[in-house]
């Protein structure tokens, strides 16, 4: 069993930035692949990104690629997802997740989920 705590939400304007953290607490965190999935009213959720083990690979959603970075610190179990140029239409709540397949396709490509946090982008 795997922790994740995210942390970071909050409401910023179109244009802004935000980083998100995730804590992962539990079994070997560091043998995992890690991602970040969003969830908007009334929608799916849909995967943001994944990183690799060793932090060497990472996989964006084309809704996000060039504006999000995803990275992760093994020695403190932490991942995070650093967003910029955000826009309206990012808002939604952003899970922290484990991910059993990389890259992560859909959420049946997830083993752990955070319990999320919420990300508002006004315009």
């Known amino acids: 069993q795997v922790k994740l705590v995210e942390s970071g939400g909050g409401l910023v304007q179109a244009g802004g930035s935000l980083t998100l953290s995730c804590a992962a607490s539990g079994r070997t965190y560091s043998n995992y692949y890690m991602g970040w999935f969003r969830q908007a009213p009334g929608k799916e959720r849909e995967p943001v990104g994944g990183?690799?083990?060793?932090?060497?690979?990472?996989y964006y959603a084309n809704s996000v690629k060039g504006r999000f970075t995803i990275s992760r610190d093994n020695a403190k179990n932490t991942v995070y997802l650093r967003m910029g140029s955000l826009k309206p239409e990012d808002t939604a709540v952003y899970f922290c997740v484990v991910i059993r397949q990389f890259p992560p396709q859909n959420s049946g490509s997830v083993e752990y989920w955070g319990q999320g946090t919420q990300v508002t982008v006004s315009s």
């Open positions: 990183i690799s083990v060793d932090g060497g690979s990472t």
